[in-house]
């Protein structure tokens, strides 16, 4: 079966839907952002996965779209509130929206967004819909405590990389095993099953974490949507950073420190960083990590039932893996 | 029956309640300012006409405690969002959030808030929960809108009482609708009931808010909690501001049309204003659109179930309609 076709068709059918919720809402200057953001393309990973662990457990898209739909909503909102705490300019090729609009904006087109996906929660039709429910607010919660643990990370200074990954099991991991984890509850899965996606998804949340902070550093800029080496000059506490703390020595020692004490930072430290990374053996470790909770992640799926659906979501996961973007 | 008496015990136990919902969170630069704001008192009327509703379609106190906290936390995040986007430095006696940390720390634990409050709805045991998230979402969304209408009215040159009629409908009465809608789902109520209890707390909401309006006016600025005349210093366009505007002339009108215009205002305007609002019978027409309002909401319950909590929800509506504070 040709994935990436399916993939696309997928993303094709969520972009419609999402067009549709939002169509003639009131007030302009509250929705006219959220299309924005919403309709500003993105992967779509976590919607597909809700599909996914649905289908996979023979339930069907039309039960998953609406659970899915909320997913993404969710996940964009976190990004419009994000891209004001980290003062980021771009998000997906365009201009962040507090720097379009304004900070006001930013903050309260991201609320409605936040109350529109439990809206469309809402509209979910299962006789599981109060673990669904709670699934998705036990996740909204953890997203919210991963955020303040990155923002503790970016200021404390002694951070490890247990802190990381506490951190980014809340921040990025959450949702996606949740996103997951709803699936299956959409299908009524068994607990075992339940538990299987659950894990599924929480360690393909973690992989795909790390390949974030790795193409920040070896990523094609064109295609990333976000300009290559930002992690660096901004001095953000990535898996790499934390890992070139922990091993670099002398006068490497002293670059790297630069970048973790956010320390006279400016575009022509990014090729020496870099250099340091892939001197280190920091790029190779980073993608053995990755390399290691895809399996996971894989390895999770192997007593679920056997389909189209199953097959992709292990395509899915290899394909995160590997991807240049 | 002494419902001020009992008034307060449900106050008592809704404080006592949501300090046992966040005991032990971490991290605490997430929920140190979550705990600030929502142990700092307020008049949980939302909370109260949740179990009040619920109480007298014969529904119990414990069935309605969870959505009730829910209805106040979501409340509070409001506040906290609100109060960055209108730049406010007290709420409550206390310094804002944003002002007592930073904006970042008041955007995310006011997103925080918001997904603690879905937490405690998704711990609702009730066979009307599917209803019961779609009001809470329904209304979360409302409340987005009307903040976004606030935002356009205190910018648009042309705004006239309907305009803001329809801002509060949204921002303030859709909540409180929300509240007595729910009590009234959780405790099972027919449609009739439901919507009585629905209309009791749309309306009370919208007298509510005017009150809040005419009380910067002529309250007590010791109990209100915020400075008196901060509306007509900050230009904010009040519904008496509004009413203002249609009916002063002269020289009068030039007063009233710096305030509209927000132009060069300091406190010494605020006697003149008061009095021009005396003297065109402005206070006495807002206090007659209070006690308007106020007598539909009560209208709203008179075939309901007769009961001590029917009783108590005219006795918070005149007690509303006449307060102070």
């Known amino acids: 079966m040709d994935y990436d076709q399916r993939y696309n068709d997928y993303r094709k059918i969520i972009d419609e839907r999402l067009k549709q919720v939002l169509v003639e809402e009131e007030p302009n200057s509250l929705y006219e952002p959220i299309k924005y953001i919403l309709l500003a393309g993105g992967k779509r990973i976590r919607p597909v996965i809700v599909i996914l662990s649905c289908e996979s457990l023979g ?110 099991s809340k921040k990025t991991a959450s949702l ?73 020595r002398g006068k490497d020692k002293e670059i790297i420190g630069r970048v973790f004490a956010k320390d006279g930072l400016d575009p022509s430290i990014v090729a020496e960083v870099r250099e340091i990374y892939f001197r280190y053996g920091i790029i190779d470790e980073t993608q053995k990590m990755v390399r290691f909770y895809t399996d996971i992640a894989i390895k999770s799926l192997e007593n679920l039932p056997k389909s189209d659906s199953h097959s992709m979501l292990v395509w899915l996961a290899n394909k995160l893996c590997e991807r240049r973007i």
């Open 59 to 168: 339930g069907n898209l039309e039960d998953a779209i609406n659970p899915a739909l909320a997913v993404e909503i969710f996940h964009n909102f976190t990004l419009v509130h994000d891209d004001i705490m980290d003062n980021a300019d771009i998000r997906r090729g365009l201009q962040t929206i507090h720097k379009r609009w304004d900070i006001n904006t930013a903050i309260l087109s991201g609320d409605a967004m936040f109350a529109v996906a439990y809206k469309l929660l809402s509209q979910t039709n299962s006789k599981r819909v109060g673990e669904i429910f709670d699934s998705f607010a036990q996740s909204a919660i953890e997203v919210c405590e991963g955020q303040a643990l990155d923002l503790e990370l970016e200021t404390s200074l002694k951070v490890g990389i247990d802190d990381y990954i506490k951190m980014i």
């Open 176 to 248: 996606i095993k949740n996103s997951a984890k709803i699936g299956a509850l959409l299908a009524n899965g068994t607990d075992e099953q339940i538990q299987a996606l659950e894990n599924y998804g929480f360690n393909l949340g973690l992989a795909f974490q790390l390949m974030d902070d790795l193409l920040d550093v070896v990523g094609d800029s064109g295609e990333f949507g976000k300009s290559i080496g930002g992690d660096i000059i901004n001095g953000k506490r990535t898996f790499l950073l934390l890992k070139a703390m922990e091993k670099v």
